[in-house]
């Protein structure tokens, strides 16, 4: 009834037309459906790659700062730094310091390629983000376990793979999915380097046509990947509470 | 207060205002014809002209990023037609009004937008354009000892990494009269396509002529104005007015009397180096 009652609302306000005009223009959607799939397939790539690297890079860190021995010390120290630094600028400035900054120091080592500098932006960034996700899941494992484990003859690094670990990672994955749906949308603003990603042909469309449509269509095109990954989050949390026998607490 | 009083006072700060108008600029304001004077205009904010641009505003169509200074190419353009309508610079104010928002729809917070907009005929479907009052061409950027430096045709530069500024019509000049064998890079702002040349992330910049002459006269201090080339039709700046705007007619009166007057001429010379001696690429 009450979305009945807002569709209702918004066919019948004043500005209806305009809207229907400006962002929902069949003409200028068809139009994008042929212009914005080449677009899309460069932010899936860049998603892809950049999604591999920050898993790895996450753990890396997470582990790196659980590490117990004294004589690590500056190691867990870089580490604090570079994630609270990457979590703490927006990411639109870290774009621009890592293409067009560290392009300015002229090391011939570093690519001179936008999609490589922005990319590994995105994966310092996100990276930083899912290393604390994976400290929380390492952290939320019950002492008891790797004691346990240790007492059973385990070494350390055998406790941590074959115990803690297992545990840690499983309660973090719908809270990584979050993160991923996260990246899934901010590889749109690698386009503030110059490649031409989705989001940034639709801006060029509506630019040339003065027509938002292309924006509309591009947010369809983002759905077809985030809502899968959604609906998997929501599954998981579903099961997660089934093997807990929680869901009579629902 | 009732309806009867508030109109009431409306009118007289509509008459105080166009009095005003008329003891500041009793010239301008006398030729103005009486539909287009300052005192009976729609305006969004009585009694001031509101004049948008993007900021930062470049020169030479604004110095120092400063619209209100009168200084640039745009901003004389817009004190003059302020002038034509029967505002003196006191009464112009300035907003920023970032390109991509220009064309909402609803109701704009400007009365004019000047902004280096080129008019098309897919865009005149969206807003309002007031006749041209300015062309300009595309120019072709390269930094010197380019490999690129010396080409002479356009088709000697099907191979560069090109760079174009979101927006702007040279993109499509690119893509239609060059056909370059990569895809030109696209950046948010001007800075950014002048960074991108000076860090060899694209091997040529295509802006307007006019902003090419001020990048290499200073930003770019290696960069050299290769050549320049026309957009497919040409490329007409005109000021972005709402649609429908009953100021639409109002400005292009004013242009035409600072057209046949040679006041837009004038400003022109003033400000814009003339292209004749940059060679055409085809």
């Known amino acids: 009834m009450v979305i009945l009652g807002v569709a209702l609302a918004i066919l019948l306000s004043p500005g209806w037309r305009t809207v229907r005009e400006k962002f929902l223009s069949w003409h200028f ?6 212009s914005l799939p080449t677009g899309f397939w460069v932010d899936v790539r860049m998603f892809l790659i950049i999604e591999a690297i920050v ?38 400035i870290l774009l621009y310091i890592f293409g067009f900054g560290f392009l300015a120091l002229g090391f011939s080592f570093i690519p001179g390629d936008e999609t490589i500098l ?16 994976f400290r929380a899941g390492i952290e939320s494992v019950n002492p008891s376990q790797p004691a346990a484990a240790l007492a059973v003859g385990l070494t350390r690094t055998q406790a941590l793979r074959y ?23 901010d590889v749109a603003l690698v386009s503030i380097l110059g490649p031409q990603e989705i989001a940034r042909i639709a801006q060029i469309n509506a630019d040339y046509y003065f027509n938002y449509t292309p924006y509309v269509a591009a947010a369809v095109f983002y759905l077809v990947i985030t809502l899968p990954l959604i609906r998997i989050v929501d599954h998981m949390r579903y099961r997660g509470l089934q093997r807990q026998n929680a869901l009579v607490l629902m | 207060m ?24 009793p010239g301008a304001a006398a030729v103005a014809a009486a539909a287009c004077t300052s005192g009976s205009l729609s305006l969004v904010h009585k009694g001031q002209l509101t004049v948008a641009t993007d900021a930062p505003a470049y020169p030479p169509y604004f110095e120092n990023n400063k619209p209100a200074n009168g200084k ?8 003059a037609i302020a002038g034509q309508l029967g505002f003196p610079s006191s009464k112009v104010k300035w907003t920023v009004e970032p390109f991509n928002d220009s064309y ?15 008019i098309t005929s897919a865009r005149a479907q969206a807003v309002d354009f007031s006749t041209s009052y300015f062309n300009n061409p595309q120019a072709i950027v390269v930094v010197k000892g380019s490999k690129f430096q010396h080409a002479t045709s356009l088709a000697a530069l099907r191979t560069a990494r090109f760079g174009v500024q979101v927006g702007t019509t040279s993109l499509s000049a690119v893509t239609a009269e060059i056909h370059p064998t990569s895809q030109p890079q696209v950046f948010n702002s001007s800075n950014d396509v002048v960074t991108a040349l000076r860090e060899h992330l694209v091997d040529a910049i295509v802006v307007d002529l006019a902003t090419g002459f001020y990048l290499t006269s200073g930003e770019i201090p290696h960069g050299t104005v290769l050549g320049q080339f026309n957009a497919p039709g040409g490329d007409s700046w005109g000021l972005l007015l709402a649609k429908h705007s009953k100021l639409t007619p109002c400005v292009d009166q004013a242009l035409a009397k600072l057209r046949s ?7 022109t010379k003033r400000w814009m180096q003339s292209g004749a001696g940059v060679p055409v690429l085809k």
């Open chain 2, 2 to 25: 009732t309806r009867r009083t508030s109109l009431a006072a409306i009118a007289a700060t509509l008459i105080a205002a166009g009095a005003l108008a008329l003891a500041a600029l």
């Open chain 1, 55 to 92: 898993l790895v890079l996450g753990l890396a860190i997470a582990l790196i700062r659980t590490l117990p021995a004294p004589v690590l010390f500056p190691v867990r120290a870089v580490a604090v730094v570079f994630v609270d630094v990457m979590r703490g600028v927006p990411t639109l």
């Open chain 2, 261 to 267: 007057s040679g006041k837009l001429a004038a400003i």
């Open chain 1, 118 to 133: 922005g990319g590994a932006a995105l994966a310092c960034s996100y990276s930083a983000y899912v290393s604390e996700v």
């Open chain 2, 72 to 79: 640039g190419f745009e901003s004389a353009v817009a004190y």
């Open chain 1, 29 to 34: 959607f068809k139009m994008s459906l042929s």
């Open chain 2, 104 to 118: 909402a729809p609803g109701p704009k917070s400007f009365d004019f937008d000047i902004n280096e907009i080129s």
């Open chain 1, 163 to 185: 115990v803690v670990l297992p545990q840690a990672i499983r309660a973090v994955v719908p809270p990584l999915l979050n993160d991923f749906i996260g990246l899934t949308k």
